[in-house]
């Protein structure tokens, strides 16, 4: 009526609409993409409507299971994070205590052990910043990075790979 009323088109690419398929039956949420163009005489007059109407109600209901996976799956990763989080804090304790006891002894061992601890730490932070992102609870600024401090860690981490082959960096 609006449509043939006004003569400006309606388009919805989801349009809600509950309807009874059939006697007897129950009522059922249903989507459709819809599009009502005014149909104009020679004149330019409104002499009616045409009415599209195509049910797009799986398309709907795929996007929604789709949009709850998504969801479900950061809400996983964000407890993954804090689940990962927990065991590192009594790492990086040990390690420190080791030093205490015996700072010369195992010292190398160590070192890998606290390089390893590190990196791990940076993942599961990088796994909780993800989750935070995804949530809407972040916001990314770009900042200036120091190129020698990205290439030292790049250096710390590949260490001991390229001492156990005896190449030289």
Do not use: W
């Not at 990196?119 to 609870?137: C, P, Q």
């Amino acid at each position: 009526e609006r449509v043939y009323r006004s003569g400006v088109p309606f388009v919805s690419s989801a349009y809600r609409a509950v309807i009874n398929r059939g006697p007897g039956g129950a009522a059922e949420e249903c989507f459709f993409h819809m599009v009502n163009e005014p149909l104009r005489a020679d004149y330019g007059r409104v002499e009616g409507v045409v009415f599209v109407a195509i049910d797009v109600t799986e398309l709907v209901a795929s996007r929604r299971r789709a949009e709850e996976a998504s969801r479900a799956k950061d809400e996983f990763l964000a407890m993954l994070g804090h689940e990962l989080r927990n065991p590192l804090a009594p790492l990086v304790t040990a390690l420190h205590l080791m030093k205490l006891r015996a700072p010369a002894t195992l010292e190398r061992e160590r070192a890998i052990i606290e390089r390893q601890v590190k990196n791990l730490s940076r993942l599961v932070d990088d796994l909780l910043d993800v989750s935070r992102i995804a949530r809407g609870k972040v916001e990314l600024r770009r900042d200036a990075t120091e190129i020698a401090g990205v290439v030292a860690l790049g250096i710390e981490t590949a260490s001991p790979l390229i001492e156990s082959r005896r190449h030289r960096l």
